[in-house]
């Protein structure tokens, strides 16, 4: 087991004290850096490049080449375990990922298998395995799933939707189908991260991104309810160390403190919510990630550095921030702004950790 030369990620999840915030980027390894763009063209196409563990290893790397940030996150896709459940995933040009099979009934989901992390997402396995000897301790290595609802989303809908007209319908008018699907995911999701631990991941995220669309009533019985259930069955101790788990709901700023209550070690925040705010909502039971709104990647220099400067005073001082965007880097960033990014957290964060 290599040691790690940089651990402040892990230890401001676990609210130790660190001398600098640490910084990370979801989607770091994406469309706005040119070599990741040379990557994909020699893989063929977005699910070769996810499927090619040595490529996959490449991406993840190509922004710790770049930037001095304080880990790496797998590069991969969150809708590998619907694939890996038979429904055909493939992506279309201008309309996203697409499932060629959807699940509409209770004999749909009950035909559906829970895939083994090894045999049927072997090759995501894989890549965790290659990363993690490549980065030779530099950093920590971040392992990550959608989370059962996001997942279903996607699943019922056959793809991306503006309004879950499919997935709403299937909740209210037949919740005990879609209380099926979610618990046979929570079940997929469970295992697929367990597996990335044992791999070698040393941190979890559940991306929770489409959330935020449920009322607060179905947010707690159809999203939260399940990635509890997932909490509850990680491996929480590897390597000698705690894995934490961070918990991200996008639009999920209002149940902040519920959110607290499931055992992870972390929230994920989007820019929507004040850093501040919650913290004083749940800071003591929890660490907090965020908060940056992507967009401001695409001012000049002197207004990112402002507004991390904002976000830093907005937390204030002491352990248990993690700097993050709201939610992934998008596309036409300036790879220099992201970089301004990452410095200004670095130096303006020191004074909150003396």
Sequence with gaps: MTALKNDRFLRALLKQPVDVTPVWMMRQAGRYLPEYRASRARAGDFMALCMNPELACEVTLQPLERYPLDAAILFSDILTVPDAMGLGLFFETGEGPRFRKTVASIADIEALPIP????????????????????????????????????????????????????????????????????????????????????????????????????????????????????DGLIREHEGRRVPVILFTKGGGLWLESMAESGAEALGLDWTCDIGSARARVGGKVALQGNMDPSVLFAQPEAIRAEVGRILASYGHGEGHVFNLGHGITPDVDPAHAGAFIEAVHELSAQYHA
């Design 116 to 231: 083994d992390a090894e045999k049927d997402l072997g090759y995501v396995m894989d890549a965790v395995r290659t990363i993690r000897r490549e980065l030779n301790g530099r950093v920590p290595l971040i392992g990550f799933s959608g989370s059962p609802w996001t997942l279903a989303t996607y699943m019922v809908e056959g793809g991306s939707s503006k309004d879950f007209r499919k997935s709403k319908a299937m909740l209210y008018e037949n919740p005990r189908a879609m209380h099926a699907l979610l618990d046979k995911l929570a079940q997929s999701v469970t295992a697929y991260l367990n597996g990335q631990i044992r791999a070698g991941a040393q941190a979890v995220q559940i991306f929770d991104s489409w959330g935020g669309s449920l009322s607060a009533a179905a947010y707690q019985a159809f999203s939260l309810a399940y990635m509890q259930k997932i909490v």
